[in-house]
Structures are given as structure tokens and as C-alpha cells.
């Protein structure tokens, strides 16, 4: 059960500027918020400290129902609070303007909130930033037309190193406020509180910015804000073709364009990263200790983003994302930092992990923490997910340039030095490291994606030693990794416990749908791993105590080798059932509660809405839809 105080995960929606996002729960309250981007230190974090953390709260007094909605095809919320007969609606966004498709985009570091009553309504107004993660002393001072909250913090930078404020510190403005708000002395820091009315029909418009500049702020200029910001996600998602482009979907094509947005909105634009999810440390498990920031970016995230992406229509995205993911890879090995699985936004591998005692945590959940110690890990899947991404992109019309493409052999040469090596696995447990099956299996897909590159004359390599050592890879994993006595491939060589990666081995093309290890592999998952429909990563011991949910991820996953081993009413029991699952604006987490349905761990979650949109695709490529993708990976088209 969630603590009184701390809304649902699930009762939020994210907005953003592709620089970075901002979560609005059901109460009118934005309590997650880091400007300038992903990884800079929050300035609202009331999600993970309720007394501490920092809030924009608007809201109805008295609200007795709430609910919240995109307004269609864009990433722009609202909010509906009722009291009685009356209603007020709250638009919030991040304002954008330009040609997403073209890379031409204009944003500004702020959130803009506009108020609409249908009927009087009595408005509570609440603002407290806290900067730097609530450690840094704040100032709050009246201006001409708002107020200015102010701190001395040094120099602040990001997780990567990126700047944030220099010796003058740090500003955030509060702009379009009624007369009458005042400054109070909080009991961690000042905030400024009111309460007003507005009357039926009456419109108001609220600003919080990343500056003191400029606090002059109304309707009208909020307005014209407002129609550029839906301009530019429909545009992006092209609405007027939107039905037409998603006919492979189905009656899931809403769905599918939610998971689109959401993972758009998860977009850096200025490096073309994808971040795992906009917040950190939302728990796995409330009260446990399972909480890890995800502002970063995964390089297994490309093969997916690549398929999904081009699915969609969105090849100057593929392209950004698996060029970034192949440049900061190569430069950061030639800097002797070796391959890793997780980066920075600007591409960098400074994100150590530490813990911020000083804050609560979500629900009481602590420790709240900052980095990721996976930076620091071994995990042989790099090699398939490079070479996997771009081999998926450049099968489907994509282009890489040439140092890219030069540099992909040696990234096979690494893998076929090291694939013997234990690691930390996908999921990377702490008590490693060990030998991995899904690990062992990703790099004889590197090699085998490699080998079908050369004799493309997509790359140079020696496809005929490459060919030699992915038929030795192989052979290790199908002797060492399948277990008879289990009835399935396990997690790590010789223990004997399930792992829902290996449903992945057949969409590998490391064995066929038809080979009895794997049916009877799916057939062990849905047996031990699944829990009305929603399937766990694993049960085995990782080195942490404590429980945590099942994965959004590999529920997808589940969806798509049932569809793919003609199993379709299953699959769309099981797609169905997760669809279902999507919090009333359409987004997920990384995990949910079998037993509640509560989300938990970070929000919203890119892989999730990346497994929903591969899902889909599966599905009406087995219905025999004419799919963007007419031979998608794994299916028995693409094995021809």
C-alpha cells in the first residue's frame, strides 16, 4: 500500500521538452521535475520526499473526482478536478515549437499551467522549489510580476558533468500568480501559498521557469504557447495520417501511439539518447531497497528503438539514437573506458551511484539514489546490442557513416575475445559476476548479425572465422545452458533457476519456434514466472534483499514468442491483459504488482512502451496484416 501523502505512480502523467520531464500527479501537484535536463538535480522531488522534496501544486479545494487525459496525439496533460457541479481544467506542458522531424525545435526551460473553470471554483496554489535534490539553501523573493526563488550552490552539474549553474547559482521564477499570494516561512524552506476563485468561464495562466528572465506572463501569450507545443507533437505523430499509418495495429493503434509519444518524450534532442525512464529511485517494491536511477541511456535500448522506431515511421530518430549509441561506445573505449552498457545523456560515463540520506524516499522507500553503479559492470550483451542495432537498421534502409561502420568489426573482435567471461548479466544483479546464458546467447547474435552484414557488403570482417565462432558460441549454450531436468534454459550455467530473457533465444534466432527446448521454455515461464498474466524477470537470489514486481518488459516479451509460435490466443490474452494495465493517460512503469495492479519502479518506462509497440507488431504480422516491417526479427520471414 502506498503512504498517505504519496499518490499512486500511477496517478501521474509526464510532459516534457525533449530535454527533460516533468511528472503532474491527479492533485494538480508536479512533484518530479530537473531542469535544464534528465539528469540535473530536481527542483521539485516531492515523489520522493513529501515534506523535503519540493512541489508546484494547483489545485480545486474540495475536489471530490480527478482524472487525466493527453489531449489527443500529443504530449501535452490534462487534468480535471470536480467539485460539485463545477470543474476545473488544467493544462499543463513544456512549451516546444518547430519541426521535430527536421531537428529544428525551439524550447524554453519551463512549465506552463493553464486554469479554465466551468463553474466557481476555489484554487489552492502551492510553490516550494528545493534545489539540488533539496540540499541547497533556498531564497524566495517577490518581483514585478511574480516571484524569484534563489540558490548559492557553487557549481552544480549534471550526472555527466553538464553544468548547471556557475558561481551566481541557481534561479527558478513563478510567473502569472493572482494578487494576494505571499511568501511563508516553511518548515523546510520557504514557499509561497494562496487561495483564490475563479469565476465561471474565467482563465488563468501560470508559469514556473528555469530563470528569473522575464516573469511577465497571460493567457494570451500561454495560449499561442500552447496551439505551437500541439502543433509540434502532431505534426511528429503525424495525426492527419495517424489512423492510416497504425492500420497494421488494429484497435490497439491508440495504444500504440501513446507508447510513441512517451518515447519521444523520453528523448535528449541534442544527442539523440533515450533515456530508461524521466525519474530514480521510485521503489521496485515499497518499502524496499530496489531503487535505481534510470535518467540515463541503455545501449540495449537500441535494438528495440530501432525496430519500434522504424515501425513507426520515425527513421531520423533510428538513426540519432543508434548513431549516439555507436559513437559514445567506440569513443569511450578508445578512451580505455571499454564498452558500456549505460551512458550519460552527453555521452559520458561519469554517473557514479550514491545514496541521498537526507531524503525519505518514495512511500517511506529508501535510499533515494543518484547515478548507476551498472556503469561499472561487465555485461557481454553489449556486443549483441550494438551490432544487433545496427544491423537492424541498415537491413531497413537506414544509413551509418563510414567511421561507424569501420568501427563495428572491432566491436565483434572484443566480443569474440571476452565472450568466455563471466558477467553481471541484463539485469544486473549484484552478485555477480557469473556465466549468463541470455549474455553468452547475445553475443553469438552479435556474430551472426555481423555475418549477415558482410555478405551484404554492409561492413568489412571476416565472415567465414566470425561464422566459425558464433557455431562454437552456440554449441557452449545449448550444452551448458539448457537444463532437461528443469524443461528449460536457465539463468546462469548450472543453477537450475528460470530467467524470462530467454524467451528472447528464439527471437534471437539462436533456435527455432518449433525446437521442443524452447516450447517447453515458454511453457516453464508461464508455469513459474507468470502471475495473472504479468511475468517476473526471475526468482532466483541476486544478491539484494527484498521482493519487487514483474516486468512490464518481459510480459511483452511473453506476448510476442506466444504470437510467434502461433499461440495467438494466449498472445492476445496476455497483450490485452497488460494493454489493460496503462494508467488512465495511457503510460507505465517499469513493473507491476500481480496482486494490486500498482505501479512500481520508474515512470514512465521507455521499455515498456517499447515491448507494447514490438507486441503490436508481432501480433498483426502473424494475423498476416501488411506491416511496416514485412519481415520483423524472428518471425519465420526474416529466418528465410
Known sequence: MTKPGYPPIAAHGAIGNLHTAALVAADGSIDWWCPPTFDSPSVFAAILDQVRGGVFRVGAVGATARRQRYLPHTNVLETIHEVGRARLRLTDFMPLAGDMDAGAVRTTHEIVRILEADGAVAVELEWSPRFDYAR??????????????????????????????????????LAGVPAGARIEAGDDGPL????????????????????????????????????????????????????????????????????????????????????????????????????WDYRYSWIRDSALAAQALFALGHQREAEEFIRWSERVARDQGEEDWGLRIVYAIDGSARIPERELSHL?????????????????????????????????????????????????????????????????????????????????????????????????????????????????????????????????????????TLDASNLLIPLMELLPFDDPRVRSTIDMTLQDLTVQDLVYRYKADDGLPGKEGAMGLCTF????????????????????????????????????????????????????????????????????????????????????
Open 360 to 496: 525519505a524516499g518514495y512511500a517511506e522507500s529508501p535510499p533515494v539514489r543518484i547515478g548507476n553503479g551498472a556503469v561499472e559492470q561487465v555485461q557481454l550483451d553489449i556486443y549483441g546490442e550494438l551490432i544487433s542495432a545496427a544491423y537492424e537498421l541498415l537491413r531497413l534502409g537506414g544509413q551509418l557513416p563510414p567511421d561507424i561502420l569501420e568501427f563495428l568489426p572491432s566491436v565483434v573482435e572484443e566480443a569474440i575475445a571476452h565472450w568466455r567471461d563471466p558477467d553481471s548479466g541484463i539485469w544486473e544483479v549484484r552478485n555477480g559476476p557469473d556465466h549468463f546464458v541470455y549474455s553468452k546467447a547475445m553475443v553469438w547474435m552479435a556474430l551472426d548479425r555481423a555475418v549477415r552484414m558482410v555478405q551484404e557488403d554492409m561492413i568489412p570482417g571476416d565472415a567465414t572465422r566470425w561464422q566459425a565462432a558464433a557455431a562454437e558460441i552456440r554449441s557452449h549454450v545449448l550444452s551448458h545452458g539448457y537444463d532437461p531436468a528443469l524443461g528449460a534454459f536457465t539463468q546462469r550455467y548450472g543453477s537450475g
Open 136 to 173: 541547497a539553501p533556498v531564497a524566495i523573493t517577490p518581483g514585478d510580476a511574480g516571484f524569484v526563488a534563489t540558490a548559492d550552490t557553487g557549481s552544480v552539474t549534471s550526472a555527466g558533468g553538464i553544468p548547471i549553474a556557475g558561481p551566481g547559482g541557481l534561479s527558478v521564477a
Open 557 to 640: 516479451w511473453l506476448v510476442d514468442v506466444l504470437a510467434l509460435s502461433g499461440r495467438l490466443d494466449e498472445a492476445y490474452r496476455v497483450f490485452d491483459g497488460m494493454v489493460g494495465r496503462a494508467n488512465e493517460a495511457g503510460l507505465f512503469s517499469e513493473q507491476i504488482d500481480p496482486a494490486s495492479g500498482d505501479f512500481l519502479g520508474n515512470f514512465p518506462q521507455a521499455f515498456t512502451h517499447l515491448g507494447l509497440i514490438n507486441s503490436a507488431l508481432y501480433l498483426a504480422h502473424m494475423e498476416g496484416r501488411e506491416t511496416p516491417v514485412p519481415a520483423p526479427i524472428g518471425s519465420e520471414a526474416h529466418r528465410r
Open 192 to 291: 509561497v501559498r494562496t487561495t483564490f476563485e475563479l469565476g465561471d468561464g474565467e482563465q488563468l495562466a501560470l508559469s514556473t521557469r528555469w530563470s528569473s528572465a522575464g516573469l511577465a506572463f497571460g493567457i494570451e501569450p500561454a495560449r499561442q504557447a500552447l496551439a505551437a507545443t500541439v502543433t509540434a507533437w502532431r505534426a511528429w505523430v503525424n495525426k492527419e495520417e495517424a489512423t492510416g499509418e497504425r492500420a497494421w495495429a488494429g484497435a490497439w493503434s491508440e495504444q500504440v501511439i501513446r507508447s510513441e509519444l512517451a518515447l519521444k518524450l523520453l528523448t535528449y534532442a541534442p544527442t539523440g539518447a533515450i533515456v530508461a525512464a524521466a525519474t530514480t529511485s521510485l521503489p521496485e517494491w515499497v518499502g524496499g531497497i530496489r531503487n
